[in-house]
Structure formats: structure tokens, C-alpha cells
């Protein structure tokens, strides 16, 4: 396992542009900020919680909402994307609350999605993005980071 750290180690430094014979010398610190970025883990996604929402937009806080069935394909995608996304740590504060498209039909009516896989972004309590039924990181990122700005 060791040996893997170092490998990954020094594949990490070199994608940064630090020659190999310096980045075998380095001490294991040094190495450990760069591992420890590229090992950030993502945002965790919850069950919609109406008060978690609510505070969040008294907050003023980043937001998603995702109007999700365990049966659709695109959502099982979907949420890869969102893992992927929020696994940068400008994504830290972004609150994901899932509602369940087969059980909890009069929420996501009420946050006018008419079907699953589909994502509202928020900053406090304006709505800044939607898209559904798109699994694909460029359509689903620009819903994400419009949630941090507000715009």
C-alpha cells in the first residue's frame, strides 16, 4: 500500500510539473497536500429535509435539490456527476437534497419539476439554475456553480 501511496504521490507531482528526481527526494509531507486535494472527498447527498432547507436558505447557503428515482438510469448518472462535481472543495457549503420521484409527488411538484432526474440549484432562496433529464458534467456543472454565486 505504501508503495501505491508513493506511485500516486509522484504521478501527482509530476502532472504539477515537479521533475521525478524531485519529487522522489521530497519528503512524504511534502507530497501529502497535493495527495490529499486530489483525494477530497464529495458533498454528501441527503433526503429532502424541509428544515434543512429552510435554514440553509435563511442562510443564504448554496443549494441543490434533485428530484430523483432509483429506478432511471439518468439519475444513476446524474448523481456520478454530482459526486464528481462537489468533489471540489469550492462545493464544501453546497446542502444536495434528493426527493423521491416515486413517493414525494407533491414536493417536487412543488418546486415545479415535472419529472425525475431533475436539479435545482439555489443561493439562499433565489432559484439560479435547472436542468433535467442531462447526466453529462458540462450541462449539470454550470447548475452546480451557479449555486456558490448566486447568479
Avoid at 19 to 37: I, K
Avoid at 38 to 43: D, E, I, L, Q, R
Avoid at 46 to 69: C, E, G, S, T
Wanted: proline residues 7%; hydrophobic residues 50%; charged residues 20%.
Amino acid at each position: 500500500m505504501h508503495y501505491f501511496r508513493s506511485l500516486l504521490a509522484v504521478a501527482v507531482l509530476a502532472a504539477a510539473g515537479v521533475p521525478a528526481t524531485s519529487a522522489l527526494a521530497a519528503d512524504p509531507p511534502a507530497a501529502a497536500p497535493a495527495m490529499a486535494m486530489a483525494m477530497t472527498p464529495s458533498v454528501a447527498i441527503r433526503a429532502y429535509d424541509q428544515m434543512a432547507f429552510d435554514q440553509a436558505q435563511a442562510a443564504n447557503k448554496p443549494i441543490l435539490v434533485w428530484v430523483h428515482a432509483p429506478w432511471c438510469p439518468v439519475c444513476r448518472e446524474q448523481e456520478k456527476a454530482i459526486k464528481q462535481i462537489t468533489a471540489d472543495p469550492a462545493y464544501r457549503d453546497l446542502l444536495v437534497l434528493r426527493i423521491d420521484f416515486d413517493t414525494q409527488k407533491p414536493l417536487w411538484q412543488k418546486f415545479g419539476a415535472t419529472m425525475q432526474s431533475t436539479l435545482i440549484g439555489f443561493h439562499g432562496k433565489r432559484e439560479t439554475g435547472r436542468v433535467a433529464h442531462e447526466s453529462d458534467v458540462a450541462r449539470v456543472a454550470p447548475v452546480l456553480r451557479s449555486t456558490l454565486s448566486g447568479s
